[in-house]
């Protein structure tokens, strides 16, 4: 299995809209072969001493951290997908985002242990 993670600083007040994008979004990777989406609104987000969460993504005063993910088969299917996600044109609907995306961390990361109950 291969995981793109995500964590973000996104305006309390922009809950719904990140909901509802999130939503959208959902439609869009499981058309590409997406098997899974989480997303997750900062219930108790703690400070560091060196670093957390809030620092990573510069959160400012009123904004929630979320933590969310999506799953693929493999890496392969993750980077054919984001291919044509970035050709399809629904994705114009993510060009006004309920947050400030160039705070946004990212990345891709391939499953080395997973235990599921």
Request: hydrophobic letters at 45%; a negative charge.
């Amino acid at each position: 299995m291969y995981v793109n993670g995500f964590v973000l600083a996104v305006p309390e007040g922009n809950r719904a809209a990140y909901i509802e994008i999130a939503e959208k979004f959902w439609s869009l990777v499981r058309e590409y072969g997406a098997l899974s989406q989480v997303e997750c609104w900062e219930a108790d987000v703690k400070d560091g001493q060196t670093t957390d969460f809030r620092r990573a993504v510069k959160a400012e005063a009123g904004e929630k951290i979320v933590f969310s993910w999506v799953t693929w088969p493999d890496k392969a299917t993750a980077d054919a997908g984001e291919a044509k996600m970035m050709e399809d044109p629904r994705m114009e609907a993510f060009s006004d985002m309920p947050f400030d995306g160039k705070r946004m961390v990212y990345g891709g990361f391939e499953t080395i242990v997973q235990k599921e109950a």
